[in-house]
Nanobody, 122 residues
Framework: QLQACGGGLVQAGGSLRLSCAAS????????MAWFRQAPRMEREFVAS????????DYADSVKGRFTISRDNTKNTVYLQMNGLKPEDTAVYYC?????????????????WGQGTLVTVSS
């Protein structure tokens, strides 16, 4: 199971940190990622991190503003979001994939969290 939290309402330019705690899986084996889905939009990739924390991947729209990290001792993945924009408003989902490297393909993620809502006001 994946349990995401940390969403909320923030003004443009502000920051939030999302957390996603895993249970029932060997967390350190999985590639972890964040996706988001805005109203009436497809779910889109945000960022991913491999078991080796040095391998990261970011969507162009968040590169330089968001940082993904993980703590394998706490079975938790984080998404630090700075410089938030109204277009970042979405439900954010964490996901886990048993692949060897970063992937943006949603169907490769076997486990999904319930989502946490981020709303950025202008």
């Amino acid at each position: 199971q994946l349990q995401a939290c940390g969403g909320g309402l923030v003004q443009a330019g502000g920051s939030l940190r999302l957390s996603c705690a895993a249970s029932g899986v060997t967390f350190s084996r999985y590639v972890m990622a964040w996706f988001r889905q805005a109203p009436r939009m497809e779910r889109e990739f945000v960022a991913s991190i491999t078991r080796n924390p040095n391998i990261l991947d970011y969507a162009d729209s968040v590169k330089g503003r968001f940082t993904i990290s993980r703590d394998n001792t706490k079975n938790t993945v984080y998404l630090q979001m700075n410089g938030l924009k109204p277009e970042d408003t979405a439900v954010y989902y964490c996901a886990a994939a048993n692949t060897g490297t970063v992937t943006r393909v949603t169907t490769q993620y076997a486990y999904w969290g319930q989502g946490t809502l981020v709303t950025v006001s202008s």
